[in-house]
């Protein structure tokens, strides 16, 4: 498997995490998104949207992180990263498309205009207005992560894709100085995803840490 990804990126980050925590074989490639590697036409002939990551194996081209990371998940099977049964595999995808819809887009403005790793790297204007708007959507989301963490480790009790799709984006706002305080086991479960050592790799990876 060929793993296309870019540096600062909270999708590759994610790609990679749950990549790593498969056990999945793979070839790293790096894309300079701010050369404007990603428009390439060699790139754009597997990701027509010109976006990273996106990952080949063999026949097979893909990109959307969680589309790449199910992917994975099915193909490595021991990796125990779905549940077993239909009904969890709903709950799973559940958790992905309320983080891809609600969650990440709500981060992204804030993170954006308050870590300093982000806007290093971008060197983007800051929109204040898009950021508090940000942090106004996450007062609605972080509570309902924060209730199904109720009696819980990880979202679908056992570690799963579910919890994967959260750390980067989540992380980057916290590494911002988004108070979590009000939210304490989302808090604490956002250090246990950044404890495991594929999450350390993948951060390496990408964040270059």
Same mark, same amino acid.
């Given at each position: 498997?060929?793993?296309?990804?870019?540096?600062?990126?909270?999708?590759?980050?994610?790609?990679?995490?749950?990549?790593?925590?498969?056990?999945?074989?793979?070839?790293?490639?790096?894309?300079?998104?701010?050369?404007? &590697?990603?428009?390439?036409?060699?790139?754009?002939?597997?990701?027509?949207?010109?976006?990273?990551?996106?990952?080949?194996?063999?026949?097979?081209?893909? /990109?959307?992180?969680?589309?790449?990371?199910?992917?994975?998940?099915?193909?490595?099977?021991?990796?125990?990263?779905?549940?077993?049964?239909? &009904?969890?595999?709903?709950?799973?995808?559940?958790?992905?498309?309320?983080?891809?819809?609600?969650?990440?887009?709500?981060?992204?403005?804030?993170?954006?205009?308050?870590?300093?790793?982000?806007?290093?790297? /971008?060197?983007?204007?800051?929109?204040?207005?898009?950021?508090?708007?940000?942090?106004?959507?996450?007062?609605?989301? $972080?509570?309902?992560? &924060?209730?199904?963490?109720?009696?819980?480790? /990880? $979202?679908?009790?056992?570690?799963?894709?579910?919890?994967?799709?959260?750390?980067?984006?989540?992380?980057?706002?916290?590494?911002?100085?988004?108070?979590?305080?009000?939210?304490?086991?989302?808090?604490? /479960?956002?250090?246990? $995803?950044?404890?495991?050592?594929?999450?350390?790799?993948?951060? &390496?990876?990408?964040?270059?840490?």
């Amino acid at each position: 498997m060929d793993f296309y990804y870019g540096r600062i990126s909270g999708n590759s980050a994610r790609a990679a995490f749950g990549l790593l925590e498969a056990g999945a074989q793979f070839e790293p490639r790096f894309l300079d998104t701010r050369a404007g &590697e990603n428009r390439s036409a060699e790139y754009l002939a597997l990701n027509p949207m010109g976006k990273i990551p996106a990952l080949v194996d063999g026949a097979l081209k893909l /990109w959307e992180s969680n589309a790449i990371n199910w992917y994975v998940a099915e193909k490595i099977p021991g990796s125990r990263l779905l549940p077993a049964s239909i &009904e969890g595999r709903a709950r799973v995808q559940r958790w992905l498309f309320f983080q891809s819809a609600h969650v990440s887009p709500a981060c992204l403005p804030v993170f954006r205009a308050t870590n300093a790793r982000v806007q290093a790297f /971008w060197q983007g204007t800051i929109d204040p207005q898009a950021a508090e708007a940000g942090r106004k959507e996450l007062a609605r989301y $972080l509570p309902v992560l &924060e209730g199904a963490l109720a009696d819980r480790e /990880w $979202l679908e009790r056992q570690f799963s894709l579910a919890d994967v799709a959260y750390a980067p984006h989540l992380w980057l706002v916290a590494e911002g100085g988004f108070d979590l305080s009000p939210y304490p086991r989302v808090r604490d /479960w956002l250090g246990r $995803l950044t404890a495991r050592p594929a999450w350390r790799k993948a951060a &390496e990876l990408i964040f270059g840490r």
